[in-house]
Every structure is written in structure tokens, then in C-alpha cells.
Nanobody, 126 residues
Framework: QVQLLESGGGLVQAGGSLRLSCAASGRTFTNDCMGWFRQAPGKAREFVAAISRLGDRTDYAESVKGRFTIARDNFKNMVILQMNSLKPEDTAVYYC???????????????????WGQGTQVTVSS
């Protein structure tokens, strides 16, 4: 099992930026595809971005493409989500997640992620 701890959430005005971090511990970090998901009040948890084990493949939800960037540091066991041009509809609790993989692929489905952080609140005011 891997432990995930998110940080970096907060309140920002529309058009602003936030940088979320996720620190991983408990198993070999490079065994996992890492993802970010979010859940707004009254809505289902949704995929935001994911990055492969080696960090050379990424995928994004259409709603965040061109605004968010996911990256990982396999030496520091961390994954980052840089969020720019934030919109009020980006308001949600953001979760970091890990999916153990054999291949260097990118996972976008919630059920394939076995380990989750506690979440960090992002609020974008209009």
C-alpha cells in the first residue's frame, strides 16, 4: 500500500494559478501510474490528469487541456499538478491517486486506482 499526501490547495480568483503537490511513500514510486481526480459537491469523482510510471506519457480531461500540467519527480517521490487559468467550475476537492502498473501506460479510470490521498480543497472565485 502507498500513502499519498496532497498539499497546495486554497482559494484563488478566476484566471489565477495553483500548484498541487502529492508526496508518496510506502512502496516503489516508479511502480505506479499517478493521477489527479476531483470531486465537486453533488457530483461524481472525475478524472483530471494522469502520468505514466516513467513520466513520459500524460493524459488530461478535455476540460483542463491546455490549462493544467501534470509532472512527477521519481527521485523525490512526488507528483505535481500545475493549474493555470483557473475557472470557477474547477472548484472541487482534488485527490491524488496511485495505480500499480506493469507497463508504462496511463490510467484514466477511477476504479483502476487502488490508493488515494485525503484530498485538498481548491476554490476558484468568480
Amino acid at each position: 500500500q502507498v500513502q499519498l499526501l496532497e498539499s497546495g490547495g486554497g482559494l484563488v480568483q478566476a484566471g489565477g494559478s495553483l500548484r498541487l503537490s502529492c508526496a508518496a511513500s510506502g512502496r516503489t514510486f516508479t511502480n505506479d501510474c499517478m493521477g489527479w481526480f476531483r470531486q465537486a459537491p453533488g457530483k461524481a469523482r472525475e478524472f483530471v490528469a494522469a502520468i505514466s510510471r516513467l513520466g513520459d506519457r500524460t493524459d488530461y480531461a478535455e476540460s483542463v487541456k491546455g490549462r493544467f500540467t501534470i509532472a512527477r519527480d521519481n527521485f523525490k517521490n512526488m507528483v505535481i499538478l500545475q493549474m493555470n487559468s483557473l475557472k470557477p467550475e474547477d472548484t472541487a476537492v482534488y485527490y491524488c491517486a496511485a495505480a500499480r502498473r506493469i507497463w508504462n501506460d496511463v490510467v484514466v479510470t477511477t476504479f483502476e486506482y487502488s490508493d488515494w490521498g485525503q484530498g485538498t480543497q481548491v476554490t476558484v472565485s468568480s
